[in-house]
């Protein structure tokens, strides 16, 4: 049977991207920041799963206002980086797995969640820039990524509950799969930032970090926070949080398992206009 | 019934709803055709015109014309969408963000170089944070003749 091995969790700021595009992870600027995920290249290396299954959001590059879907699960057998207007990141072509996400959406579906399923679709920083920091800039992909686009963009975006929820159905799903396959399901976004009007460039390091608190040890509780308290306290766009919740809702202990053990935590402030957040957990084995 | 918004009283900020997605659906959708190049080119040759090719109210056209990135949020706009044009003028996230609050680049970067704008003050008109309206604009830029 397959089974979620462990749960990362990142922000997807842009600008990271262009960093290590550009070469710029040694400038002084950047340099702080990439030395929090050194740990995680190493840890991810060592612990290398079968399947990435990546809980991200599309910014408005294969979703337009013509279709927006809460949750899309990525079925296709690849997926190339998109052009969001600076050209696409030379990264490397996403493989999908196919079989496994068309599983996951026939349970997650039939566990209440309407799914809508994407057999096409470009990839855009939310989900390449995760994998440049955990891979750095390999020539290809360690394994195999499920993309699972959250909306978060437009109001109301699925609420943490509900996240937290469907990660447990995504459990569920992924050990009902009868390959013996390792899975990290990874939730990325974050952490407190707002990129409009005259409140840009919101930062609220204590509320980022009491977040990762919770997280890790109360994440049901967590789950019933309202949005209002994510977009008054972190910022517009930290609303992206969310979507770390359905990466802990498919931890063991949230099934009566045993809690997590917490192998690396980082944080850090700024990263253009972002706090970052970084967070490893492993199932027990 | 009234649908529940208990978002607007924060400053400085507008959540992009069901109700700013229908006004402003005309110019997010001439924002996403900026992802190819072709009309990246088309564009910045002709405004205007190419401008006049979308179902976009006049205030619209003229907001993004002036690059006001607030008027295009107050018109419908989202900064994700409002980003294309961004990109095609060649503009960072961060120097399209920074342009939102009468900072210069240089203001808006050392802020977030010294921790980012503070949370306090900032939750609800009415306090006396940066974001709030009395308190704009914030900077040397905003405060420069036109």
């Known amino acids: ?285 | 019934m009234a649908l529940n918004r208990p978002y607007l009283d924060i400053p400085g900020t507008t959540i992009f709803d069901a109700e700013q997605s229908r006004r402003g659906y005309h110019l997010n959708q001439f924002c996403m055709s900026l992802m190819k190049a072709a009309n990246r080119e088309r564009f910045k040759a002709n405004e205007r015109a190419y401008l006049d090719e979308w179902p976009m109210t006049e205030e619209q056209k003229l907001a993004v014309l002036a690059r006001d990135l607030n008027r295009c949020i107050a018109l419908g706009g989202n900064i994700y969408f409002l980003a294309k044009i961004g990109a095609t003028d060649g503009k960072s996230f961060q120097q399209m963000a920074g342009s939102m609050t009468g900072m210069t680049e240089a203001e808006y970067r050392d802020m977030m170089v010294r921790g980012g704008r503070a949370i306090e003050g900032n939750r609800r008109l009415g306090e006396d944070g940066d974001a709030q309206p009395h308190r704009q604009p914030q900077g040397a830029a905003g405060r420069r003749e036109p």
Not at chain 1, 22 to 44: C, D, I, N, R
Not at chain 1, 106 to 133: A, C, E, K, W, Y
Not at chain 1, 200 to 225: H, S
Not at chain 1, 246 to 263: C, E, K, Q
């Open chain 1, 1 to 285: 049977m397959a089974r979620i091995t462990a749960s990362v969790y990142t922000s997807h700021v842009p600008a990271i991207g262009a960093a290590i595009d550009l070469s710029k992870t040694a400038e002084p600027y950047w340099q702080p920041l990439f030395k929090g995920y050194e740990f995680s290249k190493k840890w991810l290396a060592a612990n290398r799963p079968d399947v990435i299954f990546l809980v991200y959001n599309d910014h408005a590059t294969a979703f337009s206002l013509d279709m927006i879907p809460t949750f899309a699960i990525g079925t296709a057998a690849q997926f190339e980086p998109a052009d969001e207007g600076w050209g696409p990141r030379p990264v490397p072509t996403v493989i999908g797995h196919p079989e496994l996400a068309a599983h996951i959406a026939q349970s997650v579906i039939q566990d209440d969640f309407d799914l809508t399923i994407v057999n096409r679709m470009d990839v855009d920083h939310g989900l390449t820039v995760p994998l440049s920091l955990m891979c750095g800039q390999p020539q290809a992909w360690p394994c195999p990524v499920i993309p699972f686009a959250v909306n978060v963009v437009q109001y109301p975006v699925p609420s943490g509950r509900r996240c937290f929820n469907l990660g447990r159905a995504l459990r569920k799903a992924v050990e009902s799969y009868d390959e013996p396959l390792k899975v990290q399901v990874w939730g990325t976004g974050g952490m407190s930032h707002q990129l409009q009007g005259p409140r840009a460039g919101l930062i609220n390091a204590a509320w980022d970090n009491a977040f990762l608190d919770r997280l890790i040890a109360d994440p049901a509780g967590l789950a019933e926070v309202p949005h209002i308290e994510y977009v008054r306290e972190a910022g517009s766009e930290g609303i992206e949080l969310v979507m770390w919740l359905i990466a802990r809702g498919a931890m063991s202990d949230v099934a009566g398992g045993p809690a997590p053990r917490v192998v690396h935590r980082f944080f850090h402030v700024p990263a253009s206009n972002t706090a970052v957040g970084h967070l490893i957990l492993e199932n027990a084995q």
